[in-house]
């Protein structure tokens, strides 16, 4: 089932991963495409970075989400600044994951959400970046 493609190790999707990197560019289906994301962020597929990008985009939540998740995966640093449209976003997962995905960019993830902070009047963006930079260390 798709909704299982996430779970397979790095060896046994090898084989697939054309398939995945097919499946997350042309499926029509929300849970096809979230199972590969899923799949390529346990992966840590760099090939996927600009499917993933182009997925933060996306009308549904989950699939924002999941892509910033994936994308801290690969600690992807030029991702930040896509990634970080996201904590404005409507939906508090997607809120919660981009902020996540780019505090585990290290120092530069932390600078980016530092300035961020700094720039938005949006309060929910305020509150989920102060969740993570008040982690301790």
Do not use: C, M, Q, R
């Given at each position: 089932?798709?909704?299982?493609?996430?779970?397979?190790?790095?060896?046994?999707?090898?084989?697939?991963?054309?398939?995945?990197?097919?499946?997350?560019?042309?499926?029509?289906?929300?849970?096809?495409t979230i199972s590969a994301i899923k799949a390529l962020g346990n992966l840590e597929a760099e090939e996927s970075i600009p499917l993933l990008l182009n997925h933060l985009n996306s009308k549904h939540p989950v699939i924002r989400a999941q892509s910033a998740k994936a994308l801290g995966t690969l600690n992807y640093e030029s991702a930040a600044k896509p990634i970080s449209r996201l904590l404005e976003d409507k939906d508090w997962w997607c809120r919660f994951h981009a902020a996540s995905s780019i505090y585990q960019m290290g120092e530069a993830g932390k600078k980016c959400l530092q300035n961020f902070f700094k720039s938005t009047k949006d309060p929910y963006a305020k509150g989920i970046i102060t969740q993570f930079l008040s982690k301790p260390q």
């Open positions: 089932a798709t909704t299982e493609i996430y779970t397979l190790s790095l060896h046994d999707a090898l084989p697939i991963f054309p398939v995945l990197i097919d499946l997350l560019g042309k499926s029509k289906n929300d849970e096809e």
